[in-house]
């Protein structure tokens, strides 16, 4: 249950780019602490209690658990069989039988720091970080140099904004093996959220110095050169679609970047390249709209609107892109049409509001 980095990324808010309407997950970390917004005293998030999240208890009828459930039959006693099956059933989403697992793992070996960090894993997932943290501090009591251990107290407390706390953690991993990735990776998490940029960037390349393929060191830098339309930022995106050519994150921000680039051909290009992958891919299909529309191509961002509003009947920005089109173009009455239309959907949309009250004020 240690991090890997698929569960790095899964760990990680996700947040939308304003000027471009595109799915949540297509842009990686501009701060990584949304998931626990809003935390009370202690730390706890308001809006995300302890044990709402739900568990999977299905994957027990997988066969590979079937088998281990059978040997732990035999040999009641082995805490490592549950471990085994521990993470099998986190893997397949049953996080309330891995802890059940884990809690046994502890009560037949109370000095194993492996399952200790498995469990504080589990409380992670559940969003309950009291615990979690709790649960590491039991571990780090038995081994207080243990690397997985100092990182996790490190990440926790990044989540907890508790950013004095989580440096020296993540510090500590350092003194203890200098060619650590992920503790750079994440004082570059760290330091962005605290808007240290320069710091940041270091980071995240002293990640790469250490691990040349780590795919989320590559998208932040991305990120963050993106916000001045850097080539360097281009770089970074290529590089991490040589490491994933399927990333949806990369695609997306490679496409966004040349749009702002005001490349707009190679944009539409890359936008199609996901759409060839992903036919029903509705945000795809609004962001060709999209730079069309800054083209000035209306007719053709029109059509791509009407396929990703096809695509996805609820896609309340796409309906009200029409209805802007029929505003620039004078046809006020269809672009009520679909202003209103846009608002049975999504009855706060500001930007079809606005559309209203502008056509108004010309009526």
Known sequence: LNFTKHQRESHLAKIMNPKLKIPLYTLLLLSCLSVFVACNGNGQSE?????????????DNHPSIQEITQKIEQEPNNPKLYYIRSNMRFQLGNLSGAKEDLKQCLQLDSTETEFYLGLADVYFEEQNL???LNT???????????????????????????YKEAIAHLDEVLKTNVYNA?????????FKEIEKRE?????????????????????????????SNSELALQYYNNALKINPESAEALYGKGLLLQNMEDYDAAIELYRSIVKKAPQNANAYYNIGYVYFQMDSLEKADRHFKIAGTVNPAYADAIYMRGLIQEAIGNFDKAREFYKQSLSLQSEHEPSIKGLQRIDKKS
Do not use: C, V, W
């Not at 992920?182 to 760290?190: M, V």
């Open 47 to 59: 809006d995300n209690k302890p044990g709402e999240i739900e568990s999977n208890p299905n994957a």
């Open 130 to 132: 009291i615990r979690a």
């Open 136 to 162: 590491l501090e039991k571990a780090e009591e038995i081994d207080p140099r243990n690397e997985s251990i100092q990182l996790k107290m490190g990440i926790y407390k990044i989540y907890m904004k508790n």
């Open 182 to 190: 992920d503790a750079y990776f994440y004082k570059g998490i760290l």
């Open 199 to 227: 710091r940041a960037i270091s980071s995240f390349q002293t990640a790469l110095e250490q691990d040349p393929q780590y795919f989320e060191a590559h998208m932040q830098l991305a990120l963050l050169f993106a916000e």
